[in-house]
């Protein structure tokens, strides 16, 4: 070896940064975006959204009170009737005009929603933003098919639709959201999350740009009041919500006694299953993708991993290692798998859950050999081994990287324990025998179960949840059917 | 997944300080390899010249050697003299290469005559037509006894993971040929290497063969405790490539097989990519081919 190796051999061979070096521009205040252009609040507030990784203020956001929801909600309802007498070819012009406007700023979009959410930039570039891409395109080609999606029925639009969405995905929620209401005709008034409400707001941007009629999307942004405005407005006629369970129950009741239309997609504990004869590596991704994608803060997020007894330690030993190659620091750089927990609100909950695990009994297994950085959000990935089926961490929704282990002898008792939560979002299934994988499969309370995968998406693919994770589905024909009457 | 984790290694970027180490690592791991049935005397000659200082401009630090030369048995004597004093060791293919369809006395005769002309390490094929079969020890008998013939020489036994086929195939395969080197006697780290292809054929080096390859290797590793190496080979050309090899081993087996004991590249033509990229780091711009290829 040359002095140059054995250096390299010293000191390891790591990987310098590489920081996304795109800055989108940033305005250092945004207002509504109600029929067609960006208006003052008539509230007069304005709150901040943070950007997690530094504690920084990013922006200045209006916060809509009555008088601005029903501004957007006459707005909506005014645009209605020519947008939905509107050819179904012409509507869906518009979608793919977006879809490609949506491609041609992906960058600036995947960074944005970086530093608003704190995801990493591998993940918004890589994965949320190509998605978002492809439903807006998907849903342009129903636009003019509505009458082959529903054979034998002519479907109309039903009107305006309050959406409210989460924090996790901000821009492909909004996507998920907008692209079937918009396909099918109906005028929108979106609510984002409050700590993520920037890349909405530059998706209405774009809206602009692609000469969208004014009032057939709007968007309000402001915190849980504001969405309770959005929802209950007498001119809705359909509310879709992703988001808590303890919300989706609220505005259950709002909607039953008003006879809205409603889908809801909350909340999981979803379950990954991994049997003995499985190829152990390829499970491990599937665990790693399950728990750890996004920081955790993924609804369909796998929290609770079932192993086959006999490949328990083996199985443990191999996440722990795989665990210590995640790179946790700078969602903007290039090679970070972990970015910043979404706000300091979700980092106290994370905390405390971990705690409660730990004073419960269950051991904490968190490898990262680095600190955490000294400003911002942040909670390093970690497992829990030794979780009993009482504890806190195997029924509550964490919604952070923090993952269960728990192990089972057969398979009843695999679907039995998997099935034990009042949710039902997502499963999990490795094994390499193919007949045990539609035993199991057909037996899993879930709207999604994914076999020797996990987190895959796609626009055509209908999502969503049984049980208390929600009702009605997103994507695909499933999807349409919601915003039809 | 095998795909999807395989393909995430390509997705890191290697910038600045760990472009410029990573260049030099992978120079340093480089087989440079000439398999032709044309290759004359001159012309391995001058690939040594090339394997010795694999940069005709001089950089700080220098551009540090390959780590050997693979030929076949015939031209052994020849690169022997050639790298006499240097750092390169000589690699020979050996045992009825590329196909290993020859009767085994005569694959084994093949590696004698290499061992004796004075190779240090033998690149072997397996008899994959065994393999496929099911005849599984027949595979382990022939690993055996090359290793037999070998005496000190290393041996790096490739499976032709583009024959193999299947992700399972080919990790029950590495399983056998470790299992085989390494069931009688205690094999030192680096002394047996799996490699995946002959680049005779292709697919051959893709990122999933290798992964499952170091994992089969780290496996061993936690098992025994034993170090043994991954040559990828095959269809590796640019030094991007190389950099996804480094950051896969990296993150499989870990630092330790960072270094030519353990991990080796087998190529003909990627060294010139490497040089390429690192003048470009010293100069800011790229060099022309013919300023680096002297073969």
Redesign the interface.
């Known amino acids: 070896m040359t002095q140059a190796d054995s250096a390299v051999a010293a000191a390891g061979w790591d990987y310098s940064p590489a920081p996304e070096r795109t800055r989108p521009e940033i305005d250092s205040e945004y207002g509504l975006f109600i029929d067609g252009e960006f208006k003052k609040p008539r509230s007069g507030k304005v709150f901040d959204t943070i950007n997690p990784a530094t504690g920084e203020r990013l922006a200045r956001i209006a916060e809509a009170n009555e008088d601005d929801v029903d501004a957007a909600m006459a707005a909506a309802r005014a645009a209605g009737p020519k947008w939905a007498r509107m050819k179904g070819r012409e509507r869906g012009k518009y979608l793919f005009r977006l879809a490609r406007r949506i491609q041609e700023c992906a960058r600036e979009l995947a960074v944005l929603e970086s530093m608003d959410g704190g995801k990493p930039i591998r993940e918004s570039r890589d994965v949320d933003l190509p998605l978002v891409a492809q439903h807006f395109f998907y849903h342009a080609g129903w636009a003019d098919k509505l009458q082959w999606a529903f054979a034998g029925r002519t479907v109309r639009p039903r009107g305006v639709c309050a959406q409210i969405i989460p924090w996790n995905f901000p821009l492909l929620m909004a996507a998920w959201k907008l692209a079937p209401a918009l396909a099918c005709g109906n005028t929108v008034v979106l609510k984002p999350a409050e700590t993520t409400p920037l890349t909405a707001l530059h998706l209405a941007r774009l809206l602009q740009e692609i000469d969208l009629p004014p009032g057939v999307v709007n968007i309000v942004t402001g915190a849980g009041e504001t969405g309770r405005l959005v929802a209950s407005h007498s001119a809705v006629r359909k509310v879709a919500f992703t988001g808590s369970t303890e919300v989706g129950r609220t505005l259950m009741r709002e909607t039953a006694a008003r006879e809205i239309p409603l889908t809801l997609e909350l909340g999981g504990k979803s379950p990954n299953i991994v049997f003995a004869d499985a190829p152990i590596d390829q499970a491990i991704e599937g665990v790693v993708s399950g728990i750890w994608f996004n920081q955790g803060h993924v609804c369909c997020a796998g929290s609770r991993l079932f192993v086959e007894e006999s490949i328990l330690e083996t199985f443990v030993a191999a996440l722990r290692d795989r665990m210590k190659q995640l790179r946790l620091g700078d969602p903007l750089d290039k090679n970070t798998d972990i970015g910043a927990i979404n706000s300091q609100g979700q980092l106290e909950r994370i905390r405390s859950l971990v705690r409660i695990g730990q004073e419960e009994g269950a051991i904490l297994h968190d490898v990262q050999a680095a600190p955490l950085p000294s400003k911002g959000c942040w909670f390093p990935p970690c497992f829990f081994t030794g979780v009993q089926p009482s504890h806190t961490l195997a029924r509550e929704e964490v919604f952070g990287p923090v993952l269960s282990v728990m192990s089972f002898r057969t398979p009843e008792e695999a679907i039995r324990r998997a099935n034990a939560t009042p949710y039902g979002l997502a499963a999990g299934i490795w094994t390499d025998k193919g007949s045990k994988i539609f035993e199991i499969a057909s037996r899993m309370d879930a709207g999604i179960v994914w076999c020797n995968t996990y987190n895959q998406f796609d626009a055509a693919a209908p999502f969503g949840g049984v049980k208390e994770s929600g009702f009605g589905r997103e994507g695909g024909l499933h999807g349409l059917r919601a915003y039809v009457r | 997944?095998?795909a999807?984790?395989a393909a995430s290694f390509t997705?890191?970027?290697?910038?600045?300080?760990?472009?410029r180490?990573?260049l030099?690592?992978a120079v340093?791991m480089v087989d440079l390899t000439t398999l032709e049935g044309a290759d004359s005397p001159e012309l391995v000659r001058a690939l040594c010249r090339r394997a010795i200082s694999p940069c005709p401009t001089p950089l700080d630090?220098?551009v540090?050697?390959v780590a050997a030369v693979c030929i076949y048995p015939r031209l052994v004597p020849i690169v022997r003299e050639a790298l006499a004093g240097s750092?390169v060791r000589v690699a020979s293919v050996a045992t009825g290469f590329p196909s290993g369809q020859a009767p085994l006395e005569m694959r084994l005769q093949d590696t004698q005559a290499a061992i004796e002309a004075g190779a240090d390490e033998i690149d072997m094929v397996i008899s994959r037509g065994a393999f496929l079969a099911g005849r599984f020890d027949e595979v382990a008998d022939e690993v055996r006894a090359v290793q037999e013939v070998c005496g000190d020489a290393h041996l790096k036994v490739i499976l032709e993971t583009g024959e193999l086929e299947t992700?399972d195939n080919i990790r029950r395969c590495a399983d056998l040929v470790i299992d085989a080197a390494s069931r009688d006697r205690a094999v030192q780290d680096g002394e047996v290497f799996v490699k995946t292809s002959t680049g005779k054929m292709s697919p051959a080096a893709t990122m999933p063969s290798v992964l499952l390859l170091l994992?089969s290797v780290r496996d061993h590793f936690?098992a025994t405790g034993v170090r043994i190496g991954v040559k990828p080979a095959g269809g590796i050309r640019r030094a991007k490539a190389a950099l996804h090899l480094?950051v896969m081993v990296?993150?499989t087996v870990g630092?330790d097989w960072?270094?030519?004991d353990l991990f080796r590249i087998g190529a003909s033509s990627l060294l010139d990519d490497l040089v390429r990229q690192l003048l470009w780091t010293s100069r800011g711009c790229y060099a022309a081919m013919h300023d680096v290829a002297v073969t």
């Open positions: 997944m095998l999807q984790r997705k890191r970027s290697i910038k600045a300080e760990s472009k180490a990573g030099r690592l340093s630090p220098p540090p050697s750092s992700p994992e936690n480094l990296r993150e630092q960072l270094t030519p």
